[in-house]
């Protein structure tokens, strides 16, 4: 199992160009999350989603938009880039709850995608 | 404001030696802390999952506290080798009305492990 993979790994883009940033997660997950990871915070949820054909905000959704078209797969898109946005990208799934207690699902995060906004 | 504070935000020891590690958080109510490793460039790693029922848990050298009536938790790490570098992160889950609450994370303590 490859786990939770992420394209592309590295991406530099100019101001006000788009982009789509590429999760896939082998681990048949129904729970799926985009967050963000700049210096000196700790991860912030961009936006996540619970299941197929579903999305939802998170804590900074401004700028980004996403689709889950297939269980499998999560894209993070930006439409017109800025230097905000410059940041280390992360992807995690997680399952709906071994255990069945709500909320106790472990997140397996992928690689990482470092985007760079000049 | 649910909020997730860790200290000290970073540490160096000597191989060999033991550290511990601290997190506060704010969250209420509580679902359960997670520990994660992360090591640089890569994406974070759970080391452990506690409940508010739960007072302690182990991984390898990790072990991992919490104290649900002072909110706070600490990992602390036995015998630390080099590879034991890495930030790790204090992540708290809130717990809504029996929906899953968004994760909330602390800034990391960046730990170097010298030889």
């Known amino acids: 199992n490859a786990g939770v993979t992420q394209t592309p790994k590295f991406r530099v883009l100019k101001t006000g160009q788009s982009m789509t940033l590429l999760c896939a997660q082998d681990?048949?997950?129904?729970?799926m999350y985009w967050y963000r990871q700049d210096p000196g915070m700790g991860l912030r949820l961009i936006h996540y989603s619970v299941g197929e054909g579903t999305t939802a905000k998170g804590e900074v959704p401004d700028g980004y938009n996403v689709s889950r078209l297939k269980k499998q797969n999560f894209l993070l898109g930006l439409e017109s880039a800025a230097p905000s946005q410059t940041s280390v990208y992360f992807c995690?799934?997680?399952?709906?709850?071994?255990?069945?207690?709500?909320?106790?699902?472990?997140?397996?995060f992928g690689p990482g995608t470092r985007l760079t906004v000049l | 404001k649910n909020q997730v504070e860790q200290s000290p935000q970073s540490l160096i020891i000597l191989e060999g030696k033991n550290c511990t590690l601290q997190c506060n958080y704010t969250v209420s109510p509580f679902s359960n802390l997670r520990w994660y490793k992360q090591d640089t460039g890569r994406g974070p790693v759970s080391l452990t999952i506690?409940?508010?029922?739960?007072n302690t848990k182990s991984n390898g050298r990790y072990t991992a506290t919490l104290d649900a009536d002072t909110k706070q938790s600490s990992l602390h790490i036995t015998a630390s080798q080099l590879s034991d570098s890495a930030s790790y992160i204090c992540?708290?889950?809130?717990?809504?009305?029996?929906?899953?609450?968004?994760?909330?994370f602390g800034k990391g303590t960046k730990l170097s492990v010298k030889p």
């Open positions: 681990m048949n997950h129904e729970y």
């Open positions: 995690a799934s997680s399952s709906i709850g071994t255990s069945g207690r709500v909320g106790y699902n472990e997140q397996f």
């Open positions: 506690m409940t508010f029922s739960e």
């Open positions: 992540v708290v889950s809130p717990y809504y009305g029996g929906s899953q609450g968004n994760l909330i």
